[in-house]
């Protein structure tokens, strides 16, 4: 079945650091995919999308490609902020699954000032 | 307007007990989506419904849970004999259509369920 697979954490930067959070998927159709994110306290938000192979999602600095041939997904900020400490979800959703969302396992994001 | 609602927002109850978790969606949302997170197994999805109907269930763990929607909007995921792996935090989310094509799914806050 569909899975989604993302960089294990804890992570920890300093303030003004680059990010990437590396994501990779398998599915067998044509998956739309997202990064969620959920901060201290705050149910799940969607952050970012990409649909289809090439699109470039992006929202609040982050960025991340839809890559076809390597099947993935990473996320990266140039420059990341304290405010930007939360735990990070990669996923995919396919239309022909009623467009569940299926998780990776998530991404916590500490950045120290 | 409102965003998704969910209660409780926090359920303790002993091993054993029924307990009953409502989910209320963004109006005019048809598609409605029950979601678990939980330690060891991360963010999974459960069940949806498209209106009235489920036609996913596949999620669902074992025959203790059910869930049922009523009037096209409000949800209820009831989970019998509770046992303690079923503590998680239960998320529900909606969002505007269907399978043909993909729509935000909106989350609510979530109701931790705490089984001792």
């Known amino acids: 079945g569909d899975s989604v697979t993302q960089m294990e954490g804890p992570v920890t930067l300093s303030e003004e650091a680059f990010l990437t959070i590396n994501c990779t998927y398998t599915?067998?159709?044509?998956?739309?995919l997202f990064w969620y994110v959920q901060y201290p306290g705050e149910g799940l938000q969607l952050l970012l999308k990409?649909?289809?192979?090439?699109d470039k999602g992006s929202n609040k600095g982050f960025e991340a490609t839809y890559r076809k041939e390597t099947t993935s997904f990473h996320l990266e900020k140039g420059s990341v902020q304290v405010s930007d400490s939360a735990v990070y979800f990669c996923?995919?959703?396919?239309?022909?699954?009623?467009?569940?969302?299926?998780f990776g396992s998530g991404t916590r994001l500490s950045i120290r000032p | 307007g409102a965003g998704v609602s969910q209660s409780p927002s926090n359920k303790v109850t002993e091993k054993g007990k029924d307990v009953e978790l409502r989910c209320d969606p963004i109006?005019?949302?048809?598609?409605l989506y029950w979601y678990r997170q939980s330690l060891g197994q991360g963010l999974e999805f459960l069940i949806y419904?498209?209106?009235?109907?489920?036609?996913?269930k596949s999620g669902l763990p074992s025959d203790r849970f059910s869930a049922e929607r009523t009037g096209g909007s409000v949800s209820t995921l009831t989970i019998q004999r509770t046992q303690q792996e079923d503590s998680a935090v239960y998320l529900c989310?909606?969002?505007?259509?269907?399978?043909?094509?993909?729509?935000?799914?909106?989350f609510g806050p979530g109701t931790r369920l705490t089984v001792l």
């Open positions: 989310a909606s969002s505007l259509a269907s399978a043909r094509s993909y729509n935000e799914q909106f």
């Open positions: 599915a067998t159709g044509y998956p739309s």
């Open positions: 990409a649909t289809k192979a090439d």
């Open positions: 996923a995919l959703s396919d239309r022909s699954s009623a467009s569940k969302i299926i």
């Open positions: 109006s005019g949302h048809t598609a």
């Open positions: 419904f498209q209106g009235n109907s489920a036609p996913d």
